[in-house]
Nanobody
Framework: QVQLVESGGGLVQAGGSLRLSCAASGRTFSSYSMGWFRRAPGKEREFVATISRSGSATYYADSVKGRFTISRDNAKNTVYLQMNSLKSEDTAAYYC???????????????WGQGTQVTVSS
């Protein structure tokens, strides 16, 4: 089973930037799409972005489109989330997910990371 470990979270002022990383174990990383999700206090988990296996296709939530960029380096088994122009409403725990799929009941993944906290101060 692929294990995922996020890093790069922290405290940043509104308008600032952070880059999150998610390192995957195993040799099959390039066989899977990857995604980023977030959960703010008192709220449900929210989709942020996904990226295809090759990295050629990306998809974003409207709330982050134009500000966040998802990318991957298959040679390093790592997926990234570059977050620019951060807002207080971006404050959340951010999770990466392996091969996320969107069902009628919500998003599902065979493996989730432990999360990294992002706090944006206004």
């Amino acid at each position: 089973q692929v294990q995922l470990v996020e890093s790069g979270g922290g405290l940043v002022q509104a308008g600032g930037s952070l880059r999150l990383s998610c390192a995957a174990s195993g040799r099959t990383f390039s066989s899977y799409s990857m995604g980023w999700f977030r959960r703010a206090p008192g709220k449900e988990r929210e989709f942020v972005a996904t990226i295809s296996r090759s990295g050629s296709a990306t998809y974003y939530a409207d709330s982050v489109k134009g500000r966040f960029t998802i990318s991957r380096d298959n040679a390093k088994n790592t997926v990234y989330l570059q977050m620019n122009s951060l807002k207080s409403e971006d404050t959340a725990a951010y999770y990466c997910a392996l091969d996320p799929k969107n069902y009628a009941s919500g998003w599902s993944s065979s493996s989730w990371g432990q999360g990294t906290q992002v706090t944006v101060s206004s």
